[in-house]
């Protein structure tokens, strides 16, 4: 069964950093693209960011680039985001997401349950 | 990078059928057919009902279906049913490596 498990979430204060940890099972980690999905309090759906199978290609909104940094540790089995300079419009749940197929980069078709990301003094 | 751009909610009576749009441009939608489409039921993780426009996942009912005209596409639900009410979302590959959602829409079965 495809488990993904996220962690890291918590308080923290404007212009703080944070690194969101998701542990992935039931699955070969290394033969899917990953995906950062976020959605604010009441709020809708935002693509965040996506990393290929290897960790050579990421992308990244426009809302977060420069700031947010996505990898994995394949190793591990473990997608991260450290998250940098958090504004309070970043505070939202942050899920991991799999691709739907080890030939696709562009769909989310396994979900986490989500790990809420407070920003605020 | 904006918000592909769909209503804020859609209605219909069992058993009818409702279409929702998601409108882009010609940057997102209009160039690519990486597009899919999210069921969200409250407080619970999205779920992928459509891929690849108009492609369906393993599992989900024939009833949801996908199409796409220029820079707009939609999903309609046929043979609405009780446990479809839910907030609906498109998402569009918007080229460098960059992802859109749209604005979501609710789904109110009557």
């Known amino acids: 069964e495809v488990q993904l498990v996220e962690s890291g979430g918590g308080l923290v204060q404007p212009g703080g950093s944070l690194r969101l940890s998701c542990a992935a099972s039931?699955?070969?980690?290394?033969?899917?693209?990953m995906h950062w999905v976020r959605q604010a309090p009441g709020g809708g759906l935002v693509w965040v960011s996506r990393?290929?199978?290897?960790?050579?290609?990421?992308g990244y909104a426009d809302s977060v680039k420069g700031r947010f940094t996505i990898s994995r540790d394949n190793a591990k089995n473990t997608l991260y985001l450290q998250m940098n300079s958090l504004r309070a419009e970043d505070t939202a749940v942050y899920y991991c997401?799999?691709?739907?197929?080890?030939?696709?980069?562009?769909?989310?078709?396994?979900w986490g349950q989500g790990t809420l990301v407070t920003v605020s003094s | 990078q904006s918000a592909l751009t769909q209503p804020r909610s859609v209605s219909g009576s069992p058993g009818q059928s409702v279409t929702i749009s998601c409108t882009g441009t010609s940057s997102d939608v209009g160039a690519y057919n990486y597009v899919s489409w999210y069921q969200q039921h409250p407080g619970k993780a999205p779920k992928l009902m459509i891929f690849?426009?108009?492609k369906r996942p393993s599992g989900v009912p024939d009833r949801f279906s996908g199409s796409k005209s220029g820079n707009t596409v939609s999903l309609t639900i046929s043979g609405l049913q009780a446990e479809d009410e839910a907030d609906y979302y498109c998402c569009s590959y918007a080229g460098s490596h960059r992802f859109v959602f749209g604005t979501g829409t609710k789904v109110t079965v009557l």
């Open positions: 690849d426009v108009s």
């Open positions: 990393i290929n199978t290897d960790g050579s290609l990421t």
């Open positions: 039931g699955f070969t980690f290394s033969s899917f693209w």
């Open positions: 997401t799999r691709d739907i197929s080890p030939t696709s980069g562009s769909y989310s078709n396994y």
